[in-house]
């Protein structure tokens, strides 16, 4: 005997999830208390939701409160959505998105004038994703690497200060790492451009310096790798290292950036930024058709252990659909719908953490992971 429950909505407007429970593994019981999943699930926080951008509101610049001026300003925030969402800088121009940035108003949730005179734009996400997949166009998801950023700049007064324990540079003369509370023009437009491309920077506090023993010099003499295992053990993916010229917008500045196997030098204020996103949208950016993954995922005890694992799956921009097929134990298997098939959302899954590969493989082809507890 099989029963069948529809719960909606797991994944928002997507799609509705058939959830389908042998009667004999797991019970009237347990079936009662999956009706009650979708309130667990929309309470239930992302597994590090540190990592998850809001990738459909933008603050962009406006001369005037003037309804012509507002209408350009939403075209204006259309293209900084398309380049976060596509993982492309050049999808702001590219004729191909030409319409939805001329319709970029029918899009708009929400809208209000920030304190500094800026339009604060709130769009549809759900619907420009389904607009650019009709166009066949990549999406990258609201879950995005961590990128840590170790900037050092002549003086002490950059963001640091003499109480954070600087140190003289390795033959440059005194120097300071740019620190979270700075307010420089180079960490501002560091900072700008990471919201444009739509990823996460994380830049150090001046007590985890002065902990970790960090100085310019410190920073200039170590090891990258060894760096880089840091800023991993700080909740961190990858490592952006930085020397500039001075703290203005104009400063000449050397990066290295190192992520899984990549360690990439640039040139250039932005340059840092850019190599960053468009590294994690050559991974995680996916295209090409919806196709069927079986995954199932042990480890799943409890009705809130459930709704972890179902919430992650809705979160997901390239998961459709979310069924489960059957309870065993304390197993549970899943078919999912995950657009370019299992590659891409294995590749999501090692990003986000909340499964882990499980010590068994799965059965004929099944994915096979554990919740973390």
């Known amino acids: 005997m099989v ?6 909505p797991v994944l928002g407007d997507r ?5 389908r429970h042998p009667a004999s593994s797991f019970g009237w019981r347990a ?19 540190d990592q998850r951008i809001d990738l459909y509101q933008v603050a962009v610049p406006v001369p005037d409160r003037s ?32 319409p939805l940035v001329g319709s970029a108003d029918r899009y708009v949730q929400q809208y209000r004038y920030a304190i500094d005179g800026r339009l604060v734009v709130g769009f549809d996400g759900g619907a420009i994703e389904r607009w650019l997949t009709g166009t066949g166009a990549p999406i990258w998801g609201r879950t995005r690497p961590v990128t840590y950023v170790l900037l050092t ?20 003369g005194a120097g300071s790492i740019v620190t979270s509370d700075a307010t420089s023009d180079l960490k501002n437009a560091i900072d700008a451009q990471a919201a444009l491309r739509g990823i996460e920077l994380r830049w150090p506090t001046a007590q985890q310096l002065q902990t970790e023993g960090l100085t310019d010099a410190t920073v200039r003499q170590a090891d990258p790798r060894s760096l880089l295992a840091d800023a991993i053990r700080a909740g961190a993916d990858a490592l952006l290292i930085g020397h500039a010229s001075d703290s203005s917008a104009n400063a000449s500045v050397q990066w290295l950036f190192q992520y899984q196997t990549e360690t ?14 468009d590294a994690y949208a050559s991974i995680y950016a996916v ?25 992650l799956f809705a979160s997901m921009t390239s998961v459709s659909r979310a069924s489960v097929l059957a309870v065993h134990g304390d197993t549970v ?41």
């Not at 932005?270 to 190599?275: E, L, Q």
């Not at 199932?296 to 709704?307: E, I």
């Not at 882990?356 to 799965?362: E, K, N, R, S």
């Open 3 to 8: 029963f069948y429950t529809t719960v909606r």
């Open 67 to 98: 309804d012509a001026s507002r209408d350009a300003g939403f075209r204006d925030a259309m293209r900084v959505v398309l380049v976060r969402v596509t993982g492309r800088l050049g999808a702001a121009n590219d004729p191909a998105y030409a």
């Open 264 to 277: 990439t030098p640039v040139t250039g204020v932005a340059a840092g930024v850019d190599r960053a996103a």
């Open 287 to 311: 295209d090409g058709a919806y196709l069927p993954v079986e995954i199932a995922v042990d480890g799943v005890q409890t009705l809130a252990d459930y709704a972890r694992v179902q919430r």
């Open 153 to 172: 700049v002549p003086g002490a007064g950059a963001g640091t200060g003499a109480a954070a324990g600087m140190g003289a540079g390795a033959g440059t």
């Open 15 to 19: 799609q509705m999830t058939k959830i």
């Open 31 to 49: 079936l009662l208390a999956i009706l009650g999943v979708v309130a667990v699930v929309v309470q239930a926080p992302p597994a590090r939701a």
């Open 333 to 373: 298997h899943w078919r999912l719908l995950a657009r370019g098939g299992a590659g891409p959302l294995v590749r999501m899954l090692a990003l986000d953490g909340s499964l882990q590969t499980a010590a068994a493989p799965g059965v004929g082809g099944e994915l096979r992971y554990r919740l973390r507890q």
